[in-house]
């Protein structure tokens, strides 16, 4: 074959057949000799030469600037942070999990939602501290805690839920989960005392609420309300009662979850709204074990429920009723507005006090302890002018009396 009068760059011809001839500088960057040959292993002719040239150029010019270039730096890849052994998280489930808390079962089930709602409280407004080692704490850390809480949650769910992170930090510590924290960090931190609730209903208050759950056809309530201010018992046990028998004017009340027992002589307006239930069951042919039952559905009620009802009926008896075809008007009582289911089982303490029963029989009627009820009385009969009138005129009888003698 004749050699081709043309000079291909990369390409040397031997007796009239292309090859390629790495420059000494190409061999050094790996390049080695070839015969140019195409696809079918024919020798290539000097067009099909001068194709593959080009693209031998253009190829060495991409490498060419890509060692000009400066590579750019490869970011090290950021490791996943490390996951808490025992976040404060897991501390709260842990001790509210009957598996892992057996004593978890001996509280009640208002203080049981009280101490969930107040992990929340710290899920909620401290959410790095939620996720974060639970070993971390420390008394700064958690007089931190009680500082942004009171600030944005208020002064009284501050102080609760710090002790209850006390009181958790103490379960896990007494069970060998906290072996590096020797001394509680949430204990002593000089929390502000909030100040008392002072709140019960008067007579004329719970008569409204009474007229008004009856008139708006929710009568429930109001042997609800009934039942609070003349047994002293929490709302829970109240949503739980069953009758379980009637002796000598005395009323034997059962909690359907607990077992427990309460007896107590039967107010007549309480026997009054307990006999009226009774008939509007007959009615509806509902047979059911439980004193107060929600007539819309005729099921037992559930806390959050009934204090979702509560709270419309006190709105509604605050604002008043207008007259209508089959009830007169009842006028705005505005100070129901601050008035709290919770505050029925006060209410007893009070008019029970009110009523001149020593602290000992009214613990044998609401079910307090007596250091309990004593505490109540500290606050609430000092918005009593009548308990001092009392007081005084039972003084001038017995220093006269006495006198006379």
Not at 293 to 321: C, I, M, V
């Amino acid at each position: 074959m004749k050699k081709p009068s043309i000079t291909i760059p990369y390409v040397a011809w031997r007796n009239g057949r292309p090859r390629f001839e790495p420059s000494p500088t190409l061999r050094t960057r790996g390049y080695q000799g070839e015969d140019l040959k195409n696809a079918a292993g024919e020798w290539m002719n000097a067009a099909d030469a001068l194709e593959w040239s080009q693209d031998f150029a253009r190829q060495l010019a991409v490498e060419k600037h890509k060692i000009k270039t400066k590579p750019k730096r490869t970011a090290l890849p950021v490791p996943p942070p490390v996951r808490p052994a025992f976040p404060v998280s897991t501390l709260f489930d842990e001790w509210s999990n009957l598996g892992k808390n057996p004593g978890w079962a001996d509280i009640s089930e208002k203080t049981q939602y009280e101490y969930r709602h107040k992990g929340k409280v710290i899920e909620k407004y401290l959410p790095d501290v939620w996720q974060s080692e639970t070993a971390a704490l420390t008394k700064p850390i958690c007089l931190g805690m009680y500082d942004i809480l009171r600030q944005q949650a208020g002064l009284s769910q501050a102080s609760a839920t710090m002790r209850t992170l006390g009181t958790a930090l103490t379960w896990a510590m007494d069970r060998g989960r906290l072996p590096e924290m020797l001394v509680n960090p949430a204990h002593k931190l000089r929390m502000k005392t909030p100040p008392p609730r002072i709140r019960f209903g008067t007579k004329e208050e719970i008569a409204q609420m009474v007229a008004v759950a009856d008139a708006i056809g929710r009568s429930e309530i109001g042997d609800m309300i009934i039942l609070g201010v003349w047994s002293g018992q929490r709302q829970n046990d109240r949503l739980n009662f069953q009758i379980a028998g009637r002796e000598k004017g005395r009323i034997v009340l059962r909690q359907m979850k607990t077992k427990a027992i309460v007896s107590m002589p039967e107010a007549p307006l309480l026997r009054a709204r307990i006999e009226a239930s009774e008939k509007r069951r007959k009615l509806a042919e509902v047979i059911s074990p439980y004193v107060v039952l929600d007539e819309k559905h005729w099921t037992p009620f559930k806390r959050h429920h009934y204090s979702h009802q509560f709270g419309n009926l006190r709105d509604a008896a605050a604002k008043g009723l207008p007259e209508t075809a089959t009830r007169k008007t009842i006028a705005p009582m505005p100070s129901l507005k601050t008035l709290r289911d919770q505050d029925l089982r006060d209410t007893a303490v009070t008019w029970l006090a009110m009523a001149g029963c020593t602290i000992p029989e009214i613990c044998a009627i609401t079910g307090h302890e007596i250091k309990s009820a004593y505490d109540i009385l500290k606050h609430y009969l000092a918005l009593n002018p009548e308990m001092a009138d009392s007081a005084m005129a039972k003084l001038v009888i017995w220093f006269d009396a006495d006198d006379g003698a």
